[in-house]
C-alpha cells in the first residue's frame, strides 16, 4: 500500500468513525465533531492504529485540534485529505484542485501567501524576488474568484516568480492554466480550464 493510499484509509476511518459518532451520540455542533475527533486521534496515535508513516499527519491534525478547537475544521481537513488522496482530481471543484495544487507546490517548497489589499498593490505591496519560487493571491481576489460551490466565477491574478514554468505545468496537471498578464510585476491570470 502507498503512502497516499495509507493516507486516504486513515482519513476515511477517522470520517467514518465520525459518522458513526454522530449517530450514535448525536453529535450536532463543530464543537463537538472537534472533541470527538481530538480524541480518536490522540487515541489512534497512543494504540499506533496506522502506519508510522502517517504518524506525521495524525499529529498535526491532533496539534490543530487543540490549538484551535472547533475553528480548527477537522472533519473538512479529513475530508480534503481522503478526496485527494482517492477520488479523480479532474472530478472535484475548481477551487478543490487549485488548492490540490497549491499544497502540491508547498511540498515542493514553493512559498505560498494571500496578501490583503495592501500588500497586494501600491506603495506598500510587497516586493518578491523573481529568483526565489513564489505564489501569491490577492485574498479580495480569492474571495471574489468562487462561487459557494467551489466553482470559478472571476478571474484569479496571482503573483508568480521563480521556476514559473514548472508551476504552470503543476496547475495544468490540477486542471488550471496560467497566463502572464504584467510582467513587470509578475502577474499571471489563473484559469479553471476543466468544468466539473
Request: proline letters at 1%; charged letters at 20%; glycine letters at 6%.
Amino acid at each position: 500500500m502507498s503512502l497516499t493510499e495509507k493516507s486516504g484509509h486513515f482519513a476515511w476511518c477517522a470520517l467514518v468513525a465520525l459518522a458513526l459518532a454522530k449517530q450514535d451520540n448525536g453529535i450536532q455542533s463543530q464543537a463537538q465533531e472537534n472533541i470527538f475527533l481530538t480524541r480518536w486521534l490522540a487515541a489512534a496515535l497512543k494504540q499506533r492504529r496506522f502506519s508510522r508513516e502517517i504518524t506525521p499527519d495524525i499529529e498535526w491534525l491532533l496539534k490543530q485540534g487543540r490549538q484551535f478547537g472547533f475553528n480548527a475544521k477537522l472533519a473538512s481537513k479529513l475530508d480534503y485529505l481522503w478526496r485527494s488522496c482517492t477520488s479523480d482530481l479532474s472530478e472535484q471543484t475548481d477551487l478543490f484542485r487549485l488548492t490540490y495544487a497549491l499544497d502540491t507546490a508547498k511540498n515542493m517548497h514553493w512559498r505560498y501567501r494571500v496578501l490583503n489589499d495592501r500588500e497586494w498593490s501600491g506603495r506598500n505591496a510587497v516586493i518578491l524576488n523573481a529568483e526565489v519560487n513564489n505564489i501569491c493571491l490577492s485574498r479580495t481576489n480569492l474571495d471574489a474568484a468562487f462561487d459557494d460551490e467551489g466553482q470559478q466565477v472571476a478571474p484569479l491574478v496571482a503573483r508568480l516568480t521563480g521556476n514559473v514554468a514548472g508551476l504552470l505545468e503543476l496547475f495544468s496537471n490540477s486542471g488550471w492554466q496560467g497566463e502572464s498578464c504584467d510582467e513587470q510585476f509578475h502577474r499571471y491570470i489563473l484559469t479553471a480550464t476543466q468544468n466539473t
